[in-house]
């Protein structure tokens, strides 16, 4: 009798192991995937865009293109003089079917007088439901980065 109450005592606690166990790894996907999703949203180089040259100094175009996406109510998630890039924050519409748009600029210097500037309006999608899904990868809206360009470019003469 003790044998049996011993082996089912032992079972138990194998069990109670595994579940245990389960439920580790189960948080560990979790984490994994929220990190996989907040990762997905963070900006990304792409190729593409529109560029277009200004005749001035590169440190002044960085300067003027940073405050003009600030004025025109674009939040910055970043911008760094030194690589030439400037990334706006996200901007998200839908509900269940979520489309994320970003503005990248990416800055060049030509000389010391002379600077290019590329736009590139990304688009992103994903899905939202009870479970949050990864972002896909950003696409080139070529329409859009025409116009931003064309804003840009006229709104630091």
């Excluded at 138990?12 to 580790?24: C, D, F, R, V, W």
């Excluded at 593409?48 to 002044?60: D, H, I, L, S």
């Excluded at 899904?133 to 950003?138: H, S, V």
Aim: proline content about 3%; some cysteine.
């Amino acid at each position: 009798m003790h044998k049996n109450k011993y082996i089912c005592l032992v079972i138990s606690a194998m069990a109670l192991g595994l579940m245990a166990g389960y439920s580790l790894n189960g948080g560990q996907r979790h984490e994994r995937k929220a990190a996989q999703a907040e990762e997905s949203g963070k900006p990304k180089a792409v190729s593409g865009g529109v560029t277009f040259q200004r005749n001035a100094p590169y440190e002044k175009t960085f300067d003027d293109v940073l405050n003009f996406l600030k004025k025109q109510g674009y939040g910055i998630d970043s911008a760094d003089k030194d690589a030439g890039t400037i990334y706006t924050e996200l901007s998200i519409k839908g509900g269940w079917k979520q489309t994320g748009t970003r503005v990248n600029v990416t800055l060049i210097k030509d000389s010391e007088t002379a600077a290019s500037v590329r736009v590139a309006v990304t688009e992103q999608k994903r899905y939202k439901a009870a479970q949050t899904e990864p972002w896909g990868e950003p696409k080139v809206n070529n329409e859009q980065s025409s116009q931003v360009a064309d804003l840009i470019k006229s709104g630091i003469q």
